[in-house]
């Protein structure tokens, strides 16, 4: 009998382990806002990237996601928080996150992909636009001139 409660024990305590050492994906989106707001949008674009050391090592992909943060922040005014606009589950293993930044001055969207292959969530795609420029992408194009004026006679 004292066996058999001490290997439930030592069950139920390699269970609280793994449940309390487990890796969320929301500490990686928390952790990115913190370094985000607190030091800016390089250091938070470098922590997601040292969570996935492929992304981190490749100096190319590392440039262009700085320069799509710099692009769009630029001329955005102060920064001022951010709202989850949708969390996408598309798989136990793979998350898509997408985030509407306030800024002073425009709204800028910011999607994260999370990917889990085993134990340790990392970055998988990073992506990040002025909210209203991609707003106008979407929108239906206007009608050639010469269509326009036909339909009003």
């Given at each position: 009998m004292k066996k058999v409660k001490v290997i439930l024990l030592s069950i139920l305590f390699a269970m609280f382990c793994n449940v309390s050492f487990a890796q969320e994906a929301n500490d990686v989106i928390n952790q990115f806002f913190k370094t985000y707001e607190g030091k800016g949008y390089e250091a938070g674009v470098d922590y997601l990237l040292s969570t996935n050391k492929k992304m981190q090592s490749d100096s190319m992909q590392t440039a262009n996601?700085?320069?799509?943060?710099?692009?769009?922040?630029?001329?955005?005014?102060?920064?001022?928080?951010?709202?989850?606009?949708?969390?996408?589950?598309?798989?136990?293993?793979?998350?898509?996150?997408?985030?509407?930044?306030?800024?002073?001055?425009?709204?800028?969207?910011?999607?994260?992909?999370?990917?889990?292959?085993?134990?340790?969530?990392?970055?998988?795609?990073?992506?990040?636009?002025?909210?209203?420029?991609?707003?106008?992408?979407?929108?239906?194009?206007?009608?050639?001139?010469?269509?326009?004026?036909?339909?009003?006679?």
């Open positions: 996601i700085k320069n799509l943060f710099k692009a769009s922040v630029s001329e955005a005014g102060n920064y001022s928080g951010n709202e989850l606009i949708k969390k996408e589950e598309v798989s136990a293993s793979l998350i898509k996150y997408t985030y509407l930044l306030k800024y002073e001055n425009d709204p800028i969207n910011v999607i994260l992909i999370l990917y889990k292959a085993k134990d340790k969530w990392s970055a998988y795609n990073i992506n990040c636009y002025k909210y209203i420029n991609e707003e106008a992408r979407n929108q239906p194009r206007s009608m050639p001139n010469m269509l326009r004026q036909s339909l009003r006679r």
